[in-house]
């Protein structure tokens, strides 16, 4: 396997973005980058992004966390942030994905862990709550899902599909601001860019779209289904924060309220002035979910 490694100088000055860098090594010879802020003895947040942002997402949620006496955690996806990139966009798959994470999950041993996911960190993340309930106290979950394979896919999604494979050059800034409500500057556009010096880095992002179960014909549709089975037994917390302005995920909060045990009788958050980044937007509306379901839990006082 190729991987490539971004030069930490892409990743000098970054605004608002202050987090030491931590690293675990995996399988394959990866390395998975992640943020680790807040007491060590605190209750685990973590906070899983999606494609093609980083944990750079969330520099606006972190602080305010760790302010509740929490300890963050944000990883980057392999192909992503300041992780390693396989080189070719055949070693990444679905269920390869869940295997990295996992095995970052296992090496940290984290547990009780209260999980915000949104995009592919739900497609990944929902993954290992299935798998681990027991390493879960609560999930929030925005505008993500866990498709399988029912033609369930939005228009707004095909766009995204046929576009992410055809474009020439893969604007990852532009593609988060083109996700947003409130304008980026250019200096957090070319944070977004950091991690891709070149189309070379971007193997991940452009596999990940391709990589949705949105027909019975994908890998992992069988294994979402089979997730879904376990999600339906998940009683601990689970709260949507579903954003009001994002195309993709428009209504996908619905299978969660409605079947999964742990969603029943929470207060569950409709994020108003939110695109699909909803991180960008309403990064305190977020926290305020993530609390909500952390209460529900006791692990918050």
């Known amino acids: 396997m190729e991987i490539l490694h971004t030069p930490d100088e892409r990743f000098e000055n970054l605004p608002d973005y202050p987090f030491a860098p931590h690293y675990a090594e995996i399988s394959d010879g990866l390395r998975v980058h992640y943020v680790d802020e807040g007491p060590k003895d605190g209750p685990v947040v973590l906070l899983m992004h999606g494609q093609p942002s980083w944990s750079y997402l969330y520099r606006f949620m972190i602080p305010l966390l760790v302010e509740k006496g929490a300890r963050v955690l944000a990883p980057d996806l392999i192909g992503f942030g300041k992780s390693d ?27 009780e862990i209260s999980l915000f996911c949104q995009d592919w960190g739900g497609l990944i993340g929902l993954r290992m709550v299935a798998a681990e309930p027991d390493r879960f106290a609560s999930v929030t979950a925005s505008n993500t899902g866990l498709p399988i394979g029912q033609g369930q896919a939005s228009e707004a999604f095909l766009n995204w599909l046929e576009y992410s494979q055809t474009v020439p050059v893969l604007p990852i800034g532009g593609i988060l601001q083109q996700a947003t409500v409130r304008e980026l500057t250019d200096a957090e556009v070319a944070a977004y860019d950091a991690p891709f010096p070149d189309e070379s ?16 014909s994908h890998a992992s549709a069988a294994e979402n289904r089979e997730a879904w089975g376990r999600l339906m037994a998940f009683e601990k917390p689970f709260i949507t924060a579903f954003s009001d302005k994002d195309p993709i995920t428009k209504g996908g909060e619905k299978p969660f309220r409605e079947r999964v045990p742990g969603a029943k009788g929470q207060t569950h958050h409709d994020v108003t002035d939110g695109a699909h980044f909803v991180q960008e937007d309403r990064p305190a509306a977020l926290v305020e979910a993530i609390l909500d379901a952390m209460k529900a839990a006791g692990k918050l006082g």
């Open 85 to 111: 990139k396989p080189g070719d966009r055949n070693d990444y798959t679905y269920e390869r994905h869940i295997g990295w994470m996992t095995e970052w999950l296992h090496a940290l041993d984290l547990k």
């Open 201 to 216: 880095y971007k193997a991940g992002a452009r596999a990940f779209p391709a990589l949705v179960p949105i027909t019975e």
